[in-house]
């Protein structure tokens, strides 16, 4: 029976620059984690109105897909000098919905991060954004040349003090041993500006760092008892979140945040399970940025379980 640890990383293929930048870097973690890789290239059933289109048939489509997909692994097969295996899909559908789907039989999926102006986002959406709210396995988006910077070995976790921050937490560990790097344990708070105004806020930052320094130093030490040989240190910053993550992902390696629920493709609720603070991190971080959303259930609603995950959409070629 197929487990976990034998599923592969998942990579986005659409012939972009940020894509091969995704792709480079998703052969470094395939080489650290001893993986394979799973390139996968969607292909719209719609797309959009222009002089040219009617000239593109879906065969065609199709084809430059195919042709995508073997410049990519050729690309794999030079960078890990062949020491890395690689698969590819073409399949059809939306980009959200066909690499949602893949990720429910990888451990991780790497996409590379575009911030298109906001009239494409109309028209488009984000695909990196979709994928993160609704992936069950982390999502990690990788800005654009973010993988030719050297390694720092320097990893960054954002915690917020809920359960959630626990599995969080077991991720950036694993991730600094894979590195041999340090964890630097981000939690930053700040009262809104608008209660400021009602109330002692120096009196309130100082209850918040006596009751959260307890909480989250607990935590921190209980998820590095199995990686003893991990240096680490905590940050608690009264500062506005999203800022002070940015400010962290600087000269890091990876940046890891949470994201609570699980995701699932037909779920009319998983749009808001991105915050806006995963957003802006999303948008504006240095480094590559890890969303860890909760745990696998041990049984999907379908039945399925994690080793016999949900069926992924057939690929349009035999």
């Known amino acids: 029976m197929r487990t976990t640890s034998d599923w592969p990383i998942v990579v986005g293929i659409d012939g972009s620059p940020e894509a091969s930048s995704a792709l480079r870097w998703a052969v470094r973690q395939a080489e650290r984690e001893g993986c394979s890789l799973w390139l996968v290239n969607a292909v719209h059933e719609i797309v959009p109105i222009a002089p040219m289109w009617p000239l593109l048939t879906s065969d065609t489509l199709v084809d430059v897909g195919h042709e995508l997909l073997e410049e990519a692994r050729t690309t794999v097969d030079e960078l890990s000098h062949a020491r890395v295996d690689a698969r590819v ?37 984000s695909t990196t954004f979709g994928v993160a709210e609704r992936a069950s396995c982390p999502v990690v988006s990788v800005p654009r040349d973010a993988d030719r910077s050297p390694e720092r070995r320097r990893v960054v976790a954002a915690v917020d003090g809920t359960p959630g921050s626990a599995h969080v937490l077991a991720h950036a560990f694993a991730a600094a041993e894979q ?140």
């Open 89 to 125: 899909q073409a399949s059809l559908g939306p980009a959200v919905d066909v690499l949602t789907a893949a990720g429910e039989h990888a451990r991780l999926v790497v996409l590379g991060h575009r911030s298109p102006a906001l009239v494409e986002r109309i028209f488009t959406g």
């Open 179 to 318: 590195r041999g790097a340090r964890l630097e344990v981000v939690h930053c708070w700040r009262l809104d500006p608008f209660y400021s105004y009602l109330i002692d806020e120096w009196s309130v930052q100082e209850e918040w760092r006596r009751h959260t320094s307890e909480l989250v130093d607990r935590m921190v030490r209980t998820a590095a008892a199995p990686h003893p040989d991990i240096s680490f240190e905590t940050w608690l910053e009264y500062a506005d979140v999203a800022d002070t993550l940015v400010t962290h992902s600087k000269d890091a390696d990876v940046l890891v945040v949470g994201r609570h629920g699980q995701g699932t493709r037909g779920s009319a609720l998983v749009a808001s399970l991105l915050g806006s603070v995963t957003r802006a991190v999303l948008h504006h971080a240095r480094c590559p940025v890890e969303v860890v959303p909760a745990p696998r259930p041990s049984a999907t609603p379908s039945g399925t379980t994690e080793d016999e995950p949900a069926r992924v959409p057939e690929p349009i070629d035999t």
